[in-house]
């Protein structure tokens, strides 16, 4: 049977297309998602600098449940504590601290875009660390004492100096002046990593700005030594402190701590766009199968009449079914990876995802690709399948003619799940979830809603069509009557051609608004902290005290502050609103430079070891001023303060405010990276910005800006994300858009003797291209509506659970803009196809294969 099928393909190769698109974009989605999903699992971050340690210590970047935003540090005394392990022939610590050559007054390294910070941004380190790579001199010497440097040869020759010149370099937001002692060689003549900087040892650990400490020791382990055994031993040597001991490409992470965050980033995205994408892709991937399946009932009753058994039948439709989902699903593959890889760029370059991280790809995306693909297809051709051979040959004769009842028990109890879980999710949204969890139940409610909504569509087809057919017949007499008519007669048939356009619209509608609520929440989060004019901003590792001294002095300054931003933890007491991701800390060193309203306290307490609470958190807290909390910084390390004020904002901040200094203490560089400038009432700002830019002429890598450049600082995280959202959204939608057109053209397709028929008892090609004009008309105007409830589901929830309100205030165009766009395809997709299937003579069209 199967054979045979093959053989009479082509009199079927409409439906063969259609289900064959619809599974390779569908298994190319899939794909794509799961690529990301496998490189976030594994995280893998070779390493660089530190690539001659086959073991390499730091501190952890895990507190509890929480993850660490800051470089943690060992303390120096651990060097020889791990130098003293059996089995260790060498323990060399390592400090980084930000380091910048400048050549004619501007930085020879690139600092980075957009304001995310480059991953190839130079560094200092000690000498002794240059083992670690290891670098080789090729010329010159090993830096003797303070005012020596050694660069790595790429830097050199982008810097134009060679042993002895003198150099300028830019570290902590000062411009030191150096003697280039030496030039380095990675073994081997490598060029990988970040551009080093050497100092002497002794140096180095002054100009990192953290005495005692070290960011990282590797460890050289005796020749022959189990290094399985030598970690256990390090980990016993250091005790109960938050240590780990990495090796093979977790290595990389000790270089790049901030690489540990794209694993939850890539896991969380993929996960919630992954799972949008297979069950939209296995319900479109079905919905089409299903309809091309159906439109054979006559050829299924004529081949039951002359003797064929339902079980061949049924294995003739598995079969072909098989056949096309494990070609297109397989083929889809190789575009899905190209696509996958594509994305993961794309997190890169918006500074979502750590460069330093290795994309790995694997075999595990394509088999769940191709699975689920032939799951989807599979049941769609096993349910139509059963429906058909338990069908007689006469009832199914006039099948095509007619429809039966379209409600069946297994259709009623899908759509009841569908439709529950989606409330479900939307409850959860509202009541449950916080922060970026809560796009993870809000999205999936959207598309749950309205695959259950495309279940019953055959039932809302026929009331909606009762409820146009008056208006339509009136503006379009015959061929509307007719339009209404088929439409009456074959519901179960319009509704799979409706189905997609219910997913188009529904996820389209729902995901786009998300991202408008989310933008509109975060914009009030951050409303009414700051209070600035100018801003003063450093790219390559911080603004020293003195330049803030100066800034203060310039004519027309009102105020001017340090500005640090983090993130941190409360630990006590028991904060019962604190989520993993923590709270945000802002340093400041002016009360002058905030806009809030200070419930009680005063901000000019807020110096040395203090805080100033949002009144929500500190009533959560029970704490009020006076009292102390004990916090977690970025770095791990505690901080006790005490409360010297409470605040609120006219948007919904839950940042914690700190003096600058002590919250920069806690960051990886060590420096405020921004300066706010308040102008005086009455200055002049033209002139205000002038004296600030000459004032800095001569600080490379400081930009003076606008206020808009803190705003923008602020959100730039949460604005990448949209720009990630949009694209893997627009990928799905895209898919959804396909299969619209896909399903569209193979069910008009198939309606060429139908359009011959009609021709032959007078009517004109006109009137047929006008009928099924107003029939797409319907289709989409009842898969809009369809689609648009289910977007609710999505949309108010989420608007309750971020903004604290039912209906957003969110702009209509986009909600236009996609019914228009929902128009336009489905009228094209099926214009198309009728003035195709028209051409030929009615005679022609009317003894064609049904």
Not at 280 to 309: P, W
Request: hydrophobic share 50%.
């Amino acid at each position: 049977m199967l054979s045979l099928a093959l053989r009479t393909l082509r009199f079927r190769m409409g439906g063969f297309v259609a289900a064959f698109i619809a599974m390779f974009f569908g298994s190319a989605v899939i794909m794509a998602c799961g690529g990301l999903m496998v490189t976030g699992v594994r995280n893998a971050v070779p390493p660089q600098r530190l690539a001659a340690a086959p073991l390499v210590v730091t501190g952890s970047q895990q507190y509890g449940s929480f993850r660490l935003a800051e470089r943690v540090r060992l303390d120096e005394a651990d060097v020889d504590a791990i130098a003293s392990v059996p089995g260790v022939a060498k323990a060399v610590p390592d400090v980084s601290f930000p380091a910048t050559v400048v050549r004619d007054g501007r930085p020879v390294t690139e600092p980075g875009d957009n304001g995310i910070k480059s991953e190839r941004r130079s560094f200092g380190h000690g000498w002794q660390s240059a083992q670690l790579t290891p670098y080789r001199l090729t010329s010159g010497s090993r830096p003797a004492g303070a005012g020596q440097v050694v660069l790595d040869a790429a830097l050199a020759r982008k810097a134009g100096v060679s042993v002895g010149d003198r150099l300028e370099v830019v570290v902590g937001g000062r411009p030191q002046q150096f003697q280039l002692s030496g030039i380095a060689q990675q073994s081997g003549g490598r060029t990988a990593g970040r551009p080093a900087l050497f100092f002497s040892d002794a140096q180095a650990q002054s100009l990192a700005g953290h005495p005692g400490s070290v960011d990282a020791v590797g460890v050289l382990p005796q020749q022959g030594a189990d290094l399985g055994a030598v970690s256990a031993r390090i980990r016993q040597a250091l005790g109960d402190q938050a240590t780990v001991t990495l090796s093979g490409d977790d290595r990389g992470l000790a270089e790049f701590p901030q690489a540990a965050n794209t694993k939850q980033t890539l896991i969380t995205l993929s996960a919630i766009f992954g799972g949008w994408a297979i069950m939209v892709a296995m319900f479109g991937a079905s919905s089409t199968l299903g309809l091309t399946v159906a439109q054979r009932h006559r050829e299924m009753a004529l081949m039951k009449a002359i003797g064929t058994t339902p079980r061949q039948l049924r294995g003739m439709i598995l079969g072909e079914t098989l056949v096309i989902s494990v070609i297109a699903s397989m083929l889809g593959t190789l575009p899905g990876a190209a696509l996958s890889e594509l994305l993961f760029g794309k997190l890169v370059d918006a500074g979502m995802v750590s460069g330093a991280v290795e994309f790995r790809l694997g075999w595990i995306p394509a088999v769940v690709a191709v699975g689920a693909s032939l799951l989807a297809a599979v049941g769609a051709a096993y349910i139509t399948a059963r429906k058909v051979v338990r069908t007689r040959a006469t009832e199914a004769m006039a099948a095509g003619a007619t429809e039966g009842p379209w409600l069946t028990r297994t259709r009623a109890i899908l759509s009841v799940i569908f439709l529950v879980g989606g409330v479900s999710m939307a409850v959860m949204t509202m009541t449950m979830m916080t922060g970026d969890l809560t796009a993870s139940t809000a999205g999936p409610a959207c598309i749950m809603w309205a695959i259950g909504l495309a279940l019953l569509a055959p039932g809302f087809t026929r009331g909606m069509v009762v409820f146009l057919k008056s208006p339509l017949q009136a503006v379009s007499g015959l061929s509307g009557r007719l339009a209404v008519l088929n439409a009456q007669a074959h519901a179960v048939r319009m509704a799979a051609t409706i189905t997609p356009i219910i997913l188009l619209t529904g996820i389209a509608t729902g995901t786009l608004y998300m991202q408008q609520i989310e933008d509109a929440s975060n914009h009030d989060a951050h409303t009414g902290i700051l209070r600035a004019d100018v801003v003063l901003t450093s790219s390559i590792g911080g603004l020293d005290a003195e330049l803030l001294n100066r800034v203060r002095q310039v004519p027309g300054v009102a105020a001017a502050s340090d500005y640090v931003a983090g993130t941190g933890f409360v630990q006590s007491p028991q904060d019962p609103g604190q989520t993993g991701d923590g709270w945000p800390l802002q340093g400041v060193s002016s009360p002058e430079n905030l806009s809030i309203r200070v419930m009680s306290g005063s901000l000019a307490g807020l110096s040395g070891d203090t805080v100033a609470l949002p009144v929500e958190r500190a009533q959560a807290l029970g704490r009020g001023v006076g009292d102390a909390i004990t916090l977690r910084l970025g770095d791990g390390r505690p901080a006790t303060v005490k409360v010297v004020a409470t605040y609120r904002t006219s948007g919904e901040s839950t940042a914690l405010l700190l003096p600058a200094r002590l919250l920069a203490a806690h960051t990886t560089d060590g420096a405020a990276e921004q300066i706010l400038v308040r102008r005086a009432d009455g200055a002049d700002s033209a002139q205000v910005t002038a004296d600030l830019t000459a004032l800095t002429k001569n600080r490379p890598g400081v930009q003076v800006s606008g206020s808009g450049v803190l705003t923008a600082e602020r959100t730039a995280g949460q604005q990448q994300l949209a720009t990630i959202n949009y694209l893997v959204v627009g990928m799905i939608v895209g898919y959804t858009a396909i299969s619209v057109v896909n399903t569209l053209i193979a069910a008009t397709g198939r309606r060429r003797r139908e359009f011959g028929l009609q021709r032959l008892t007078g009517f004109t090609r006109r009137q047929v291209m006008t009928m099924m004009g107003l029939e797409s008309l319907l289709t989409a105007i009842i898969g809009i509506v369809l689609g648009s409830v289910a977007s609710t589901v999505t949309l108010f929830p989420y608007s309750v659970a971020k903004l604290g309100q039912v209906v957003p205030a969110v702009p209509l165009w986009i909600y236009f803009a996609i019914v228009a766009a929902a128009l336009v395809v489905t009228v094209t997709a099926t214009l198309l196809p009728t003035w195709r299937a028209t051409r030929f003579r009615p005679v022609e069209a009317a003894t064609a294969a049904a």
